[in-house]
Each structure stands twice: as structure tokens, then as C-alpha cells.
């Protein structure tokens, strides 16, 4: 990375911030840790020097404004977004402040942030998935489920847990789908409802530049 400065903010409190800032550390870079209101697993590292309390990324406005005063310290040589909401508040900054924001383009991140743009993008590159459906109004959700069968897993389009209080649902049968269409609230980003996968789980994790597989590992979970 081009830093223009020897400090790195990392935003988001997550096993994958961890593996950031250890690495950054050993390449010499002096790590803040972001947390909010709370002590985090990655300020407790050794290899972090200071801590932000900032507002809590519900709050974007302040949160926004919180990260972007904190920017104008002359240290501060690049901010490195971890999570979902994390990077999707601080990628459109990029350019707006002098640090240096580590995240990718707008347009990888508007498709990695949507589960069905996920999900059609797979089909599109013959990766198979269980069967899928968007849906965008409360009404649609139980002919969608009789399509799409059971168990099946009803999850927000895009983030949403804090206005669900959930990230995804398990549909086991025609009740639950009742249940879930009289009681949960309706995001404005919609759902997705996908059939759920049976048996173990794997995990593909890869690191890619410039379009090319530089490395990978798979680890496999077994089924509950």
C-alpha cells in the first residue's frame, strides 16, 4: 500500500481484522484499533498501540463525521474497513480524505454487498446454488416459499440486522412462513429466499490480485 503515514485505522472488530492487524504490524505499520463503546478482541492485541472510540456504525451520520475529523491527524496514513457496514461507510470517502481508504471498487463492492447480485453472479459463472428467489413485498413471500420448498433460509438482501434484529430465518414449513410474514419487519432492500443446503459446510478462503488465484484453503464444517 501507498500510505502517507506510519499509522493504520482498522475499523470493524473481527477475527479477519485480527489477520490485518498482524500483518500490518509486521510490516511496520503502528495499528489503531476502532471500537465502539466497548473493549474489542483487537484492541486487547499486542500488536495494536491505540484505540478510537468512535460512534456506532447505526449512527452513520456520526459515525461519518466522528471518522472524518479523526482523519485529519498527520499520522494517519490509511484507514482499512473490516465488515460489511464498516466498509460501507468508509469506501465512499475515498479521495474525500487524506488518508489512504483500503477497499475495492465501487462496483465489486456494490455487488458483494447484495446477496442475490452474489447469487446471480455464481449462476452466471456455472457455480452451482441452492434454488433462490428475491423477494421485494411481504405478499410474495409465501408463493416463493412453495416454489422454492422446504427448509428454506429467509435472509435480508443486504445487512439489515439492526433493523431486523436477525440475520437470517429458518422456514421449516408453511407456519413459519405465516409466522414470518405476520411478525418480522420488511427492509426496504428486500429479502432473499434460498433453499437451505443440507449436509457439511465448505469454506473457501482465497487471496486474488488482479483477477488471479494467488492462494487458497478450504476447510470444511461438518453438518449439524
Known sequence: MDLRGPS???LGDYR?????????????YRIIAGRSGRRTVLGKSRCVAETW???????PQDF???LTAFCSRS??????????????????????????????????????????SLLALAGQCGVPTQPWEPIQHREGLAAAAQRIGFPSVLK???QA?????????????PDDVSAAGATIAFPPCGF????????????????????KLLAHSQVLNPAD
Do not use: W
Open 53 to 59: 472510540d468512535h460512534p456506532p456504525v447505526s449512527q
Open 161 to 173: 440486522d439492526d433493523m431486523l434484529g436477525f440475520k437470517a430465518l429458518i422456514l421449516r414449513n
Open 75 to 116: 499520522d494517519l496514513g490509511a484507514v482499512f474497513p473490516v465488515g460489511d457496514r464498516e466498509i460501507e461507510l468508509a469506501a465512499p470517502l475515498a479521495g474525500r480524505l487524506r488518508p489512504l481508504i483500503v477497499a475495492a471498487t465501487p462496483e465489486i463492492i456494490e455487488v458483494c454487498s447484495s446477496k442475490s
Open 156 to 158: 435480508p438482501d443486504r
Open 192 to 211: 432473499v429466499l434460498q433453499r437451505m443446503g443440507q449436509g457439511p459446510r465448505h469454506n473457501v478462503y482465497f487471496v486474488a490480485g488482479k483477477g
Open 8 to 10: 493504520v485505522l482498522i
Open 16 to 28: 479477519q481484522a485480527l489477520a490485518v492487524a498482524r500483518s500490518l504490524h509486521a510490516a511496520g
Open 64 to 66: 461519518i463525521a466522528a
